[in-house]
């Protein structure tokens, strides 16, 4: 597989970037095609020994700052190492993109050049979280603040499909982050979306709790960007308030130094389940093509990590398992909806034809605009 990376994205682009590269040509099972300026590409290559390695470099001359509005950078910044990335991924010179530059920049070359999966309206940030039984999905991630019920139950069946195929897991849970476990709890558009999944292929439990999330009773929750940006972030400070607690507690004196050293190998295995570069970074679900978009302070660690699930997505045909189970659920979906509007509509009709059929018999001589005198009757008339 073919992972083309973006050298020039991320707050330690790049040299995390490259070194991050190294590390994953070094594992073997992908070519790494790295994008951006090559002279700077290249002077960070050299602290390496990659004479035998496959990495090659495909040169772009802009750079995405972190802070660049992806609308302005969408028109003037066309030769960028995002735009250049992701239009090999579509003309089949990669099989999959990793950036950990400016998301809103990724998000918006990601939909104009790679396009939405059929039956896809918008696709969809998908974060992996640690909790008690194992990990979790959560979509969306931040990629869309505003999203309508349809959005939603897509990014159900998308999350359920990653969690099946990628995962592993054999019947995926789903279900929706609300206020309330409760059917009737949520606002209007968690309803109706509730409603909908209920009708689908997808194992959906119903409505999940944020106190429900790091339980790991769902693997997959559904939200909007707006609210699943705040809850990553929200846990990424926690992550990071209980880390720093953790040092200042165990440096505190001889006795608990000790007891750090005793627990050493504990305090590894827990930093380990809650580090964000254990996984990489977060696809982006939903274009016709993989897309990883990592933590903009991602390490050289992480970088490795993200190219490696890059080709495990490309290697699994992730997209063509989200279109097959798209396209099945909306048919289900299409097909109630029919039968609602039946059950609703056409009982009605078919009372108000019964009701004109017995008029037409108590009227004898009811004759209808359409029809015409028979000669019988005009025979009377004369």
């Known amino acids: 597989m073919k992972i083309a990376v973006d050298a020039m994205g991320g707050d330690h682009a790049p040299s995390a970037i490259v070194e991050g590269a190294v590390l994953a040509a070094r594992q073997g099972g992908v070519e790494v095609i790295l994008v951006g300026v090559e002279a700077k590409i290249q002077e960070e290559l050299r602290k390496f020994d990659v004479a035998q390695l496959p990495i090659r470099i495909e040169h772009a001359d802009q750079i995405v700052d972190m802070h660049d509005a992806p609308g302005k950078v969408l028109r003037s910044k066309r030769k960028s190492s995002i735009k250049v990335g992701l239009d090999l991924v579509k003309e089949g010179m990669a099989d999959a993109f990793v950036s950990a530059g400016n998301t ?58 990653f969690a099946k195929y990628i995962l592993g897991k054999e019947n995926p849970r789903v279900g929706i982050l609300s206020i309330g476990e409760e059917d ?28 429900e999330v790091y339980r790991g009773n769902a693997d997959v929750v559904v939200c909007d960007g707006f609210t699943g940006n705040v809850a990553l972030k929200i846990s990424e ?70 190219i490696k699930r890059a080709n495990e997505l490309a290697e699994k045909k992730i997209n063509e398992h989200i279109r097959d189970d798209i396209e099945s659920n909306l048919a289900d979906l299409d097909m109630g909806l029919w039968k609602q509007i039946k059950s609703a509509f056409v009982p009605e009709i078919l009372e108000d034809g019964k009701k004109n059929n017995s008029e037409k018999a108590v009227d004898g001589n009811h004759v209808d605009s359409d029809e015409k005198p028979s000669i019988s009757d005009k025979g009377k008339d004369a």
């Open 184 to 211: 009737g709890k949520g606002n209007e558009i968690t309803k109706e979306v509730f409603h909908m999944l209920k009708k689908s292929h997808v194992n959906f439990i119903g409505n999940v709790e944020g106190k």
């Open 237 to 306: 400070s926690l992550a990071e308030m209980i880390g720093k607690n953790l040092k200042e507690m165990f440096s505190r004196n001889w006795k608990s130094k000790l007891g750090y050293f005793l627990l050493k190998s504990q305090l590894a295995e827990f930093k380990k389940k809650v580090d964000h570069s254990e996984t990489g970074g977060a696809p982006l679900l939903g274009v016709n093509g993989v897309c990883i978009i990592a933590h903009g302070s991602s390490s050289p660690k992480a970088i490795k990590n993200a």
């Open 104 to 161: 809103g920049a990724v998000l918006a070359f990601s939909t104009l050049i790679l396009r939405p999966l059929k039956g896809v309206d918008r696709p969809a940030i998908t974060v992996q979280l640690p909790t008690l039984q194992g990990s979790s999905l959560l979509l969306d991630a931040g990629a869309n603040v505003d999203c309508k019920a349809i959005q939603l139950f897509q990014f159900g069946v998308m999350g359920h499909a």
